[in-house]
């Protein structure tokens, strides 16, 4: 007898209709004898949601101590290096339970988080470590050993960072564009990617999060990757400067980023709203060369980044939110790249995290996200809430849709916000 038997799943990509079953954890084949029944009724169902990219040290910390009067990215690190002196452990903890809670009921269930290290008491990566300890297998959790304030050109960051190593960090970060100057950007990638190589662990840098068509390290992370041998192991985040490079050249780096098969990640809710401050008119976009990377085989995710922080003082955690974001930012919206941003947070991260025995498989592990939408294109267009998410057969967060009517020609009448109710071509 199966343990759980969903009836009526419409799987994302092929639009197909069929019933799951999931017996000790694991998908298997359908039968008829189950202990539970969910009818699901042609609902979309996806793999987990990933997060490729959040800070979770400093979720919920916005206006603390000082409101981000101008909005801008250098105000929001200003603030950021204030409030890093109050930190505790248990305010961190604290926080980022919370906000792991919210995106587990967004069916979020792997998570990569950036930790500022520029603190000599590694406060912040000491509590995300106990956190991921406790927390277990509730929600996987990868944590970036990053120098918010630069490797070089920050006291002692050097070893700060192999400090950050030693007591658990799973991948390498940085920021090159941060640092005071060229020089010591490049040699910040370098000693970035040594300390990667060393430990065999993964990379993920914040490269060119800036306007200026002058920062340009994220070749230099090309470089490396193919030096060392780190190809599928290099995750580049933000790259917003290439929005603004000559075609020639950003031609020759997405190419090179291409080879040495890097992943990307673009953060549509901060930087839409932290890019081109120094402009006037027009107002640059000030995302990295999402089509033009994915063109060229590479593989681009889409980041979250803060929720309620000096950066970005909205969000409440879920990546379908960021997605569809990205719809309208990014140019997406034609008819097939509105189903690509549903993979861009689920399968694409998934490759950039190397999760192993991720999707939908039968014999692989039953997690899933069941969404309140008929397919991917309403999924992004209604942001609805995720009707059921289940981990290793579990269900983990559990939403009951709500139920508007309205009263229409002296009647009341159902909205379901739909074409037509549960046709798969409403929701693509």
């Given amino acids: 007898m199966l343990d759980l038997l969903l009836t009526g799943a419409r799987l994302a990509g092929s639009g197909e209709v069929r019933d799951l079953g999931v017996r000790d954890g694991v998908l298997v084949s359908p039968e008829p004898e189950a202990r539970e029944v969910i009818a699901l009724g042609g609902a979309l169902v996806t793999p987990p949601l990933v997060e490729p990219h959040i800070h979770l040290d400093a979720v919920l910390t916005e206006g603390q101590p000082r409101p981000n009067l101008s909005g801008s990215l250098f105000e929001g690190i200003a603030i950021w290096g204030e409030r890093v002196k109050s930190l505790t452990i248990e305010d961190v903890k604290a926080r980022v339970r919370q906000v792991l809670r919210w995106q587990l009921a967004n069916g979020v269930q792997h998570v990569r988080s950036h930790v500022d290290v520029c603190d000599p008491h590694l406060r912040a990566l000491r509590a995300l470590v106990q956190l991921r300890e406790e927390i277990g297998d509730q929600i996987g959790l990868q944590l970036v050993a990053f120098p918010q304030q ?20 799973d991948v390498i970060g940085g920021i090159p564009h941060f640092e005071l100057t060229r020089e010591m950007g490049v040699d910040s990638v370098k000693f970035a990617f040594a300390l990667a190589a060393e430990h065999g662990l993964r990379v993920d840098i914040h490269c060119d999060e800036t306007d200026d068509d002058h920062s340009r390290f994220v070749e230099v992370m090309a470089a490396e990757t193919l030096r060392l041998g780190l190809e599928g192991r290099v995750t580049a985040s933000h790259t917003t400067a290439m929005h603004s490079y000559n075609n020639a050249y950003a031609y020759r780096v ?50 979250h980044d803060s929720v309620m922080d000096p950066w970005y003082p909205l969000g409440y955690g879920d990546p379908l939110q960021a997605a569809f974001v990205l719809a309208h930012y990014g140019h997406m919206s034609g008819a097939e ?41 309403d999924a992004v267009r209604l942001i609805p809430r995720r009707r059921l998410v289940l981990r290793r057969g579990r269900v983990v967060a559990r939403t009951e849709p709500a139920r508007t009517t309205v009263i229409w020609d002296g009647r009341e009448e159902p909205v379901d916000f739909l074409p037509v109710h549960g046709s798969p071509a409403s929701g693509g």
Avoid: W
């Fill in 337 to 377: 790249e509105l189903k690509r941003l549903l993979e861009m947070i689920t399968v694409n991260p998934a490759r950039a995290l190397g999760l192993p025995d991720y999707g939908l498989e039968t014999g692989g592990p039953a997690s899933l996200v069941v969404y309140d939408a008929p397919g991917e294109v």
């Fill in 150 to 169: 630069g490797v070089l050109s920050f006291p002692g960051g050097q070893e700060l960072m192999r400090r950050a190593v030693a007591l658990g960090a």
């Fill in 254 to 303: 997405i190419n090179n980023v291409a080879r040495a098969r890097m992943h990307m990640v673009t953060n549509p809710l901060d930087n839409s709203v932290l890019q081109g401050r120094f402009d006037s008119y027009p107002v640059r976009r000030g995302h990295t060369r999402i089509k033009e990377l994915m063109a060229a085989g590479v593989n681009v995710c889409i980041g």
